[in-house]
C-alpha cells in the first residue's frame, strides 16, 4: 500500500516564505512525475509545479519566478521552496505522485491529504 503525506504548511505574512515537503513510502516499483497542486476555496484544484524523475520541471503561471520545485529520486520524496508569497496563494496544497506500486497494475496517482497554506498579515 502506498502513502503520500505532505508536511511544512502554516501560516505567513505577505511576502514570507514557505517549504513543503512530501515522501511517498510503500512497496514503489517506480516513480514518474511528482507534483503540487493546490485548490483555494470555491475554485478548482490547479496544478502548481511538477518535476519529471528525469528532473524537468513545470510551473504554472501565478508562481513562476517565486516557487521552486525539486526531488530526491531515491528517497521518493519532493519538496516546495516557496518565496515571496502572497494572500492569493492561500489554498491547500496537494502533494502528487505517478508511480507503480504491488497494489495497482501500471501507473497510477497517488495523492496526500493535504497541507494548509495561509498567507495573511
Known amino acids: 500500500q502506498v502513502q503520500v503525506v505532505e508536511s511544512g504548511g502554516g501560516l505567513v505574512q505577505p511576502g514570507g516564505s514557505l517549504r513543503l515537503s512530501c515522501v511517498a513510502s510503500?512497496?514503489?516499483?517506480?516513480?514518474?512525475?511528482m507534483a503540487w497542486y493546490r485548490q483555494a476555496p470555491g475554485k478548482q484544484r490547479e496544478l502548481v509545479a511538477q518535476?519529471?524523475?528525469?528532473?524537468?520541471?513545470y510551473y504554472g503561471d501565478s508562481v513562476k519566478g517565486r516557487f521552486t520545485i525539486s526531488r530526491d529520486n531515491a528517497k521518493n520524496t519532493v519538496s516546495l521552496q516557496m518565496n515571496s508569497l502572497k494572500p492569493e496563494d492561500t489554498a491547500l496544497y496537494y502533494c502528487?505522485?505517478?508511480?507503480?506500486?504491488?497494489?495497482?497494475?501500471?501507473?497510477?496517482?497517488?495523492w496526500g491529504q493535504g497541507t494548509q497554506v495561509t498567507v495573511s498579515s
Open positions: 502528487n505522485a505517478n508511480l507503480r506500486s504491488s497494489g495497482r497494475i501500471g501507473w497510477n496517482d497517488y
Open positions: 510503500g512497496t514503489i516499483f517506480g516513480v514518474n512525475a
Open positions: 518535476v519529471t524523475n528525469g528532473g524537468s520541471t
